[in-house]
């Protein structure tokens, strides 16, 4: 059971104990156990290579099937990440500017990948204390205090952006490619058609406004209003962006979550390919499940009174980041702050697992503030 494996990366060689972890494998244990033996020598662990010509396909693959992440980028202690990480970099910041042809594909994707919505009023925020009695939908407290928002039409899209579409925009615009840092759990789940990943916010928000230049729509980030009403199919008071027998079902939501999932990604608590989990009734993907979304606000506690096209505070210190989740104490309303740009100083094998699961899962995706559809 390989999947299992990553939660050994929150404990220092020197101090873990194989029973830490559950249900491995015999060859699994056995392999911990020589590394554990080999770090408590001072032994230098031994490192074997990724074939580069393996680890582009990898790159190039979507949707690739368990056996093939396994062989491509596996997941033990003994791959040399460095030099796979550096194959990665100089295969994706050597590719050329994209072409006509992807740009023009790129336009047409994101018009057909667009659900709309003409506006309207809600209650945005944890609406259970609006109901009679009062009922709270999270245990959470940044989603009160419930408030009236109107909204004018926009545009959502349908899924989150893909490793694919991003590639392009760096590529255009010649910066580096992301998700090839310094840390080879995160390039595990760099697969075309997986949500980019590791993005902070300014990254997030320049490619919403790049596909607004190359387009000549006004694409931007979604604000925390837009992206609630979305995820609500239109501000109904829902607990779950889910379809509509999972709304207000933590454990009907999770069985379709969970069959939707099953062998789709490296780990079982991270990325997938966009579409994996099943619309709400809007027809919008992906925002029930694993992961967190940027939007437009700066993040701040809400006030009481009604608003109009909300856009946050003009300046703050956090970002506001929105839930994409199954949890039952986290339902369609919650939000937390996150700073918007991410320094990670890693100095042991301490802090890998709390990395990966803490930005491989920070995505995204963009909003077209026009009242009517794009046609």
């Not at 299992?4 to 029973?19: A, E, F, G, I, Y």
């Not at 239109?234 to 379709?256: C, H, M, S």
């Not at 963009?366 to 794009?374: D, E, Q, S, T």
Request: a negative charge.
């Amino acid at each position: 059971m390989r999947h299992h494996l990553p939660l050994l990366l929150c404990l220092s060689v020197t101090t873990l104990s194989v029973h830490a972890v559950e249900e491995i494998s015999e060859a699994d244990r056995a392999m911990l156990e020589g590394i554990i033996k080999m770090g408590e020598a001072g032994t230098p662990i031994p490192k074997h290579p990724i074939p580069k010509d393996l680890l582009i396909k990898a790159l190039q693959t979507p949707s690739p099937k368990p056996e093939f992440w396994e062989q491509a980028m596996p997941n033990d202690f003994t791959v040399d990440a460095e030099q796979a990480l550096q194959d990665a970099r100089d295969y994706l910041n050597n590719l050329p500017p994209p072409s006509k042809a992807e740009l023009a594909a790129l336009k047409q994707r994101t018009q057909r990948n667009l659900v709309h919505f003409s506006g309207g009023t809600f209650t945005m925020g944890d609406f259970g204390w609006w109901e009679t009695p009062p009922w709270p939908i999270t245990t959470e407290e940044e989603d009160d205090p419930p408030h009236s928002v109107t909204l004018s039409g926009f545009s959502i899209q349908t899924y989150r952006v893909t490793f694919a579409d991003y590639d392009l925009f760096t590529r255009a615009k010649r910066l580096p490619a992301i998700n090839t840092g310094d840390y080879f759990g995160g390039l595990r789940f760099r697969y075309p058609d997986y949500p980019a990943g590791s993005v902070a916010w300014p990254q997030a928000r320049d490619y919403c406004l790049w596909l607004g230049d190359i387009t000549g729509q006004p694409f931007d980030l979604p604000t925390e209003a837009q992206w609630e009403y979305a995820a609500r199919s239109g501000g109904r008071e829902v607990f779950f962006a889910a379809p509509p027998e999972a709304e207000k079902d933590v454990g009907k939501l999770n069985e379709i979550l969970n069959k939707a999932a099953e062998g789709r990604s490296p780990d079982h608590f991270n990325s997938r390919p966009v579409g994996t989990y099943p619309p709400n009734r809007a027809g919008v993907y992906d925002m029930a499940g694993y992961g967190l979304e940027w939007v437009f606000d700066w993040y701040a506690p809400y006030g009481k009174a009604s608003q109009i096209d909300p856009k946050g505070p003009d300046s703050g210190t956090l970002k506001v980041l929105r839930y994409v989740s199954s949890d039952p104490s986290k339902g369609v309303t919650s939000r937390r702050g996150e700073a918007a740009t991410l320094k990670i100083h890693r100095k042991s094998l301490d802090l890998e697992y709390e990395l990966i699961a803490s930005t491989v899962n920070l995505n995204f995706r963009c909003a077209l503030n026009k009242p009517k559809p794009w046609k």
